[in-house]
């Protein structure tokens, strides 16, 4: 495996996780408990949606081929979509979706810090916008996790169970292969395997604070990176390529 | 024949301080501090902008109106460059602008990250209702004095 193609593999995991997430995110829209949180839900999946526009972009200048952003946004199918299985997950209730969002942030703002220091200057360029704004995402998913899960007896339940639940997704935010390994050769990237210490102490941190357990059980599901994915990513997929295959080139 | 002659550098900057924000009028493209720089390479007009929020569906309308403007003093051969890095920051802020967006009702962004006072009454007893607000680059706060809610303008 070459860099750029190496390297055309990570854009695709970065920039397709967050345009699963913002689309999954953005399925909130006009449906969120409070206005706010409305408000919160739709700002955090445009800030994701202007980060894969960077991400995938760059991706399509990396492979050489001339695909846009918008070519691998809404020309693909399943089997080429790079992104984690967790942002797939459906959403659930408001709860299960911003503790998805949680277990995301942490892991990204980790990434992001990491890939400030990449050795590609465009890599860096990008990882400096993004991470300003996943420090807020971070900041509000983490607190909204710890208000709901040491809240009421109803909301604790709720959360414990998202957590139960998603926990299985997160090993694969950590797993290392063949693309990772070119890439932290010449130090574009780091090693995933590498940033689970710190997630674990901010998880571990938050969830004390929630007063929610960790399970113990360390089952991981994945695929998602090497493109073996959930039965959800089709239908994410005909819901948001729908218009760009039924017309085309279509714009406005 | 005529040859209408190109505005120098400080012309266009002028010409770009007098194009509003589209989602906050009361400010321009040069009060926020996305204009990073101005030049003439040749015959072209190269302008380098920087993003406020990755997402911020203002740069597509900004672009436009950047390029509307400068055609219109008869700059044709123009390029519009992004530049990611040093990301945008709120310091870049101008006090004008700064002024503008207090007399306008929202806060304007401190350092220390939570408003100085009411843009309203100009009470200091504040709360935040939301981290964020009705665009990218603001959160929500309410004024405990005069209880009324106001947008304060994020410091990034």
Same mark, same amino acid.
């Given at each position: 495996? #070459?860099?750029?193609?190496?390297?055309?593999?990570?854009?695709?995991?970065?920039?397709?996780?967050?345009?699963?997430?913002?689309?999954?995110?953005?399925?909130?829209?006009?449906?969120?408990?409070?206005?706010?949180?409305?408000?919160?839900?739709?700002?955090?999946?445009?800030?994701?949606?202007?980060?894969?526009?960077?991400?995938?972009?760059? %991706?399509?200048? *990396? &492979?050489?081929?001339? +695909?846009?952003?918008?070519?691998?946004?809404?020309?693909?199918? *399943?089997?080429?979509?790079?992104?984690?299985? $967790?942002?797939?997950?459906?959403?659930?209730?408001?709860?299960?979706?911003?503790? +998805?969002?949680? $277990?995301?942030?942490?892991?990204?703002?980790?990434?992001?810090?990491?890939?400030?220091?990449?050795?590609?200057?465009?890599?860096?360029?990008?990882?400096?916008?993004?991470?300003?704004?996943?420090?807020?995402?971070?900041?509000?998913?983490?607190?909204?996790?710890?208000? $709901?899960?040491?809240?009421?007896?109803?909301?604790?339940?709720?959360?414990?169970?998202?957590?139960?639940?998603?926990?299985?997704? *997160?090993? &694969?935010?950590?797993?290392?292969?063949?693309?990772?390994?070119?890439?932290?050769?010449?130090?574009?990237?780091?090693?995933?395997?590498?940033?689970?210490?710190?997630?674990?102490?901010?998880?571990?941190?938050?969830?004390?604070?929630?007063?929610?357990?960790?399970?113990?059980?360390?089952? #991981?599901?994945?695929?998602?990176?090497?493109?073996?994915?959930?039965?959800?990513?089709?239908?994410?997929?005909?819901?948001?390529?729908?218009?760009? +295959? %039924?017309?085309?080139? %279509?714009?406005? | 024949?005529?040859?209408?002659?190109?505005?120098?550098?400080?012309?266009?900057?002028?010409? !770009?301080?007098?194009?509003?924000?589209? @989602?906050?009028?009361?400010?321009?493209?040069?009060?926020?501090?996305?204009?990073?720089?101005?030049?003439?390479?040749?015959?072209?007009?190269?302008?380098?902008?920087?993003?406020?929020?990755?997402?911020?569906?203002?740069?597509?309308?900004?672009?436009?109106?950047?390029?509307?403007?400068?055609?219109?003093?008869?700059?044709?051969?123009?390029?519009?460059?992004?530049?990611?890095?040093?990301?945008?920051?709120?310091?870049?802020?101008? @006090?004008?602008?700064?002024?503008?967006?207090?007399?306008?009702?929202?806060?304007?962004?401190?350092? =220390?990250?939570?408003?100085?006072?009411?843009?309203?009454?100009?009470?200091?007893? !504040?709360?935040?209702?939301?981290?964020?607000?009705?665009?990218?680059? =603001?959160?929500?706060?309410?004024?405990?004095?005069?209880?009324?809610?106001?947008?304060?303008?994020?410091?990034?």
């Amino acid at each position: 495996m #070459t860099r750029d193609q190496a390297l055309f593999q990570f854009l695709l995991r970065l920039g397709d996780s967050t345009l699963i997430l913002s689309h999954r995110v953005s399925e909130w829209c006009g449906h969120a408990p409070v206005i706010e949180e409305d408000i919160a839900l739709a700002n955090t999946a445009l800030d994701l949606i202007g980060q894969t526009q960077f991400w995938l972009e760059l %991706a399509g200048e *990396v &492979e050489g081929k001339g +695909r846009s952003a918008d070519d691998l946004a809404y020309l693909r199918d *399943v089997w080429d979509f790079r992104n984690l299985l $967790l942002v797939e997950r459906p959403n659930g209730d408001f709860g299960k979706t911003l503790m +998805r969002q949680f $277990l995301f942030d942490a892991f990204q703002s980790l990434m992001l810090g990491k890939l400030l220091k990449s050795s590609d200057k465009r890599v860096a360029d990008i990882a400096e916008k993004a991470s300003k704004e996943v420090a807020y995402h971070v900041e509000r998913s983490a607190g909204t996790v710890v208000g $709901l899960g040491d809240g009421t007896p109803q909301s604790h339940t709720r959360m414990q169970a998202a957590l139960d639940d998603l926990y299985p997704y *997160v090993g &694969e935010m950590f797993v290392s292969d063949a693309v990772d390994a070119v890439l932290i050769k010449v130090g574009i990237a780091p090693d995933p395997a590498s940033l689970r210490a710190d997630w674990d102490a901010l998880v571990g941190r938050v969830m004390q604070d929630a007063t929610l357990d960790i399970p113990k059980d360390a089952f #991981t599901h994945k695929g998602g990176k090497t493109g073996t994915h959930t039965e959800h990513l089709g239908y994410i997929l005909a819901d948001m390529q729908f218009l760009q +295959r %039924a017309y085309p080139g %279509a714009e406005w | 024949m005529v040859i209408a002659s190109l505005p120098s550098v400080a012309q266009v900057w002028d010409c !770009l301080d007098t194009i509003a924000d589209p @989602e906050i009028p009361v400010i321009t493209l040069v009060d926020l501090g996305i204009i990073r720089d101005v030049k003439w390479q040749q015959d072209q007009l190269v302008i380098t902008i920087t993003p406020t929020y990755s997402g911020c569906p203002a740069t597509r309308v900004i672009n436009e109106d950047i390029v509307s403007a400068l055609n219109h003093k008869g700059v044709k051969n123009l390029r519009l460059e992004r530049r990611l890095s040093p990301a945008w920051t709120t310091d870049w802020m101008s @006090e004008k602008g700064r002024i503008a967006l207090e007399d306008y009702g929202i806060a304007p962004p401190e350092a =220390k990250g939570t408003p100085a006072r009411c843009p309203q009454c100009g009470g200091d007893d !504040l709360e935040r209702t939301s981290q964020f607000g009705s665009t990218p680059c =603001k959160a929500l706060w309410r004024c405990k004095s005069c209880l009324e809610p106001f947008d304060y303008f994020k410091c990034i």
